[in-house]
């Protein structure tokens, strides 16, 4: 009896550490622009009679190049399409949902057309979200075409809003919760069915979490019932840093990057 009466006892002091206990994934965290890498295919882009395409959308558009409202189809976030040649370098693209403006592009090749820059301005959450990127051209295009056609890997990120680097997850037991500043969020169980994604930035409609390890979680985002990308988190052994690795399936380009605990 006083065995039992000696483990009952230390089992009860050990009961509060473990409900005290925090998943290594709860807080806010924030990407370092510099740790994110692309490794995979190219993003294409043709420019040439009066018409322009990118294979980056999903799916994919092609609308002229008049500046000119074009109306395009299975995107959430945008129902219209504009492209604008600046000049023999630039384009600027206007992405509009029901006549509002939710981003806008402005990219510029270098005068070699071997580089360019990519300049972002996205309006579609609950606060806007700038960025910058450099790109570097892996495939020339047809002769005749734009400075800007032809196949594209991004080099660098740089220059982007904290509000479009921070997120912040919640874990309970075996409930996730996740939000951004710019209103994205979902609320899943680890290993559960997929729920709604919230977001006013259009892709993903539905998110489903997986546990792979203590510290490591994978997301899976759908859209219409077909998966669209991966992405696995794990956070490393001290606590203050997580790596991601997504999969963006329509690509087929991995991007890895490093976050730091807030």
């Known amino acids: 009896m006083k065995k039992l009466l000696y483990a009952v006892s230390v089992f009860a002091l050990l009961m509060p550490a473990v409900a005290l206990a925090q998943s290594a994934f709860n807080g806010t965290w924030k990407t370092d622009p510099s740790s994110i890498h692309d490794t995979g295919k190219p993003i294409v882009i043709t420019l040439k009679g009066g018409m ?56 510029t090749a270098a005068a070699d057309g071997k580089t360019a820059t990519e300049e972002m301005t996205n309006d579609s959450g609950s606060t806007p979200v700038t960025g910058k990127a450099g790109l570097v051209k892996v495939a020339k295009a047809p002769n005749g075409s734009h400075a800007l056609a032809g196949s594209w890997k991004m080099k660098n990120v740089d220059n982007v809003s904290d509000n479009g680097l921070a997120y912040t997850y919640k874990v309970d037991g075996n409930e996730v919760n996740f939000n951004t500043p710019t209103g994205d969020s979902y609320a899943a169980k680890i290993g559960g069915p997929a729920v709604p994604y919230q977001t006013k930035m259009g892709g993903n409609d539905t998110v489903s979490v997986k546990k792979l390890g203590p510290n490591s979680l994978r997301e899976t985002y759908e859209r219409g019932g077909k998966v669209l990308s991966t992405s696995t988190m794990t956070v490393s052994a001290d606590g203050k840093s997580m790596k991601t690795v997504s999969h963006d399936m329509h690509n087929d380009i991995t991007t890895t990057s490093t976050a730091q605990k807030q």
């Not at 558009?61 to 600046?86: N, R």
């Not at 370098?89 to 402005?106: D, F, P, S, Y």
């Open 52 to 107: 322009f395409s990118c294979s980056c959308s999903n799916p994919a558009y092609t609308v002229k190049t008049d500046g000119e409202d074009h109306p395009v189809s299975g995107h959430p976030a945008f129902d219209t399409v504009a492209v604008k040649i600046v000049d023999d370098h630039t384009i600027e693209q206007t992405l509009k949902k029901a006549g509002k403006v939710v981003e806008t592009l402005t990219v």
